[in-house]
């Protein structure tokens, strides 16, 4: 695609609703995601289920839904017993879910919602949480390799855009946003997971990243994800003190990944209040992460329809 798949919502509506968390949805369907290939292993098993939970979150009002391969890679394929030409085929097949569920409804033509092919970061592939400190053993050249192998089939896969989430690691930014410049074509968004109030879980500055996707070419929103709701807001300044990009968000629940049991802790924060504080501090691209379901998505849409929000 060739131009911002965003500009169009965000014209005719101010405001771009995501969706929520896809393995919250496939948990909530009764799946159990506990293993290294996570909701990306009913890419095989059971892909009904996914098409399912992409139709939950387009019922919910979704302008967005984003596919099933945060965890996917033809590495991590390999390391479960999967040959390469079937990982690769996994791989396209998660966005074919995902505009098979699109096509089947009947929305606006003008506002049928977009694709989005989830790039999570290379933490993802190693499944021990590390997604939460930032901290890898592997080198540029090793991260690279395996974000440009799962980029190219994703690409090719044609997606309305490539959502590179939940990255921990400023070095994996600049890695990503190299990929992006080379492949001359497609638009993405990076998205960071943060856990404080202006640093990635390495300690990155928040703002330099940011800086880096405004020098870019076609990043279409810089933002954060995954991280605790009441963190948002002041990320959000930090983010627009070094770019006029469009600022996405979609936090999680509040509660914290337990990377040993592979299961979360705590209590959740008002998911809602989060969202409202983080539009009046300027995002226009919004939704949830972990432990937001269909429901609260749902919520979130009528909301917005509601366009209580111009009075933030």
């Known amino acids: 695609m060739n131009s911002d798949p965003f500009v169009r919502i965000l014209e005719a509506r101010g405001l771009v609703v995501l969706d929520g968390g896809l393995a919250t949805a496939l948990e909530d369907q009764g799946h159990v995601l506990a293993d290294e290939l996570w909701s990306s292993r009913l890419l095989r098993d059971d892909p009904e289920a996914i098409a399912m939970a992409h139709r939950r979150y387009l019922d919910a009002g979704a302008d967005c839904i984003t596919t099933a391969s945060y965890q996917a890679s033809c590495a991590g394929f390999a390391a479960a017993g999967i040959g390469r030409d079937e990982a690769t085929s996994l791989l396209a097949r998660s966005t074919e879910l995902a505009r098979e569920a699109i096509d089947k409804r009947k929305p606006s033509s003008a506002l049928s919602p977009i694709v989005a092919a989830s790039i999570g970061p290379y933490a993802a592939f190693l499944a021990d949480g590390s997604e939460y400190n930032g901290r890898y053993e592997a080198d540029a050249g090793a991260i690279k390799a395996f974000h440009q192998d799962r980029w ?67 990043v279409a929103a810089v933002g954060v994800n995954c991280t605790a709701p009441h963190l948002v807001p002041s990320l959000i300044h930090k983010i627009r003190s070094t770019t006029d990009l469009p600022i996405i968000v979609y936090p999680n629940s509040g509660e914290r990944y337990d990377a040993a049991t592979r299961s979360w802790r705590g209590f959740g924060e008002p998911w809602m209040t989060a969202i409202k504080a983080s539009i009046r501090a300027g995002a226009s691209i919004v939704g949830g992460c972990c432990r937001i379901g269909p429901d609260r998505i749902r919520e979130l849409r009528e909301w917005v329809d509601s366009e209580e929000w111009k009075a933030l």
């Open 152 to 218: 190219t089939v994703l690409a090719d896969s044609g997606p309305d855009i490539m959502a590179c989430e939940t990255i921990p690691n400023g070095m994996e930014a600049e890695l990503l946003l190299d990929i992006l410049e080379a492949d001359g074509q497609r638009w993405a968004w990076l998205s960071f997971c943060c856990g404080d109030g202006g640093h990635l879980w390495d300690g990155t500055p928040i703002e330099e990243v940011a800086a880096l996707c405004d020098r870019a070419s076609r």
